[in-house]
């Protein structure tokens, strides 16, 4: 079993930046591929991020690429979502997602989910 929690969201204006931190229980954390989703109201969840159990293979949505960088740090157990350049339409609640591989966690193969974060971004 493991629990995500999240920290880190909070009301940012728009060109600002936040860094979100998941922090995992358990110790098999580097064997899980670990991602972000995000959910706007009225909105589907969607995929933006996900990184490999090593951190070797980063993969980000392309509405959030160049802007947001997904990193982790096994020996914290915890995974991060730094986003810059931050915009009104990143507005959402953000979650934190293991899974047993980067490709079954974009396909929402997701193993586990934290309880989300709220990220405001004003305009």
């Known amino acids: 079993q493991v629990q995500l929690v999240e920290s880190g969201g909070g009301l940012v204006q728009a060109g600002g930046s936040l860094r979100l931190s998941c922090a995992a229980s358990?110790?098999?954390?580097?064997?899980?591929?670990m991602g972000w989703f995000r959910q706007a109201p009225g909105k589907e969840r969607e995929f933006v991020a996900t990184?490999?159990?090593?951190?070797?293979?980063?993969y980000h949505a392309d509405s959030v690429k160049g802007r947001f960088t997904i990193s982790r740090d096994n020996a914290k157990n915890t995974v991060y979502l730094q986003m810059n350049s931050l915009k009104p339409e990143d507005t959402a609640v953000y979650y934190c997602?293991?899974?047993?591989?980067?490709?079954?966690?974009?396909?929402?193969?997701?193993?586990?989910w934290g309880q989300g974060t709220q990220v405001t971004v004003s305009s």
């Open positions: 358990g110790r098999s954390f580097s064997r899980f591929a």
């Open positions: 997602a293991a899974a047993s591989s980067t490709s079954r966690l974009q396909a929402v193969g997701v193993d586990y």
């Open positions: 990184i490999s159990g090593s951190g070797n293979m980063l």
